[in-house]
Nanobody, 123 residues
Framework: EVQVVESGGGLVQPGEFLRLSCVAS????????IGWFRQAPGKEREGIAC???????FISSSVKGRFTMQLDKTKTTFYLQLNRLKPDDTAVYYC?????????????????WGQGTQVTVSA
């Protein structure tokens, strides 16, 4: 069974950083796309980044320049580095797996979701 588990969220002040982790099990890199999403209270789930099955990446313009994705050597743990955080970044952050043909982080294209990790940015 393919699963993903996120961790690394927390409460930080504006301007600080966090590193979120997504551990995938029952997973083979190259068979799936990996997406990062967030959902703020009262808002729709937003796709912010994606590692495609061919290894190419996409970062949404809403976070480009502040957020980056990393992949560990085992290719089963994915990281989302959140830099220069703002209060508007406060949300539950999710990782998810989509089919290998997926190339954009559109929530409907992703099938396996983690439970999410809360990021709160507040002074």
């Amino acid at each position: 069974e393919v699963q993903v588990v996120e961790s690394g969220g927390g409460l930080v002040q504006p301007g600080e950083f966090l590193r979120l982790s997504c551990v995938a099990s029952g997973f083979t890199f190259g068979d799936y796309a990996i997406g990062w999403f967030r959902q703020a209270p009262g808002k729709e789930r937003e796709g912010i980044a994606c590692i495609r099955a061919d290894g190419s990446t996409f970062i949404s313009s809403s976070v480009k320049g502040r957020f980056t994705m990393q992949l560990d050597k085992t290719k089963t743990t994915f990281y989302l580095q959140l830099n220069r955080l703002k209060p508007d970044d406060t949300a539950v952050y999710y990782c998810a797996l989509g089919s290998r043909d997926t190339f954009l982080p559109i929530p409907d294209f992703f099938e396996t979701w983690g439970q999410g990790t809360q990021v709160t940015v507040s002074a």
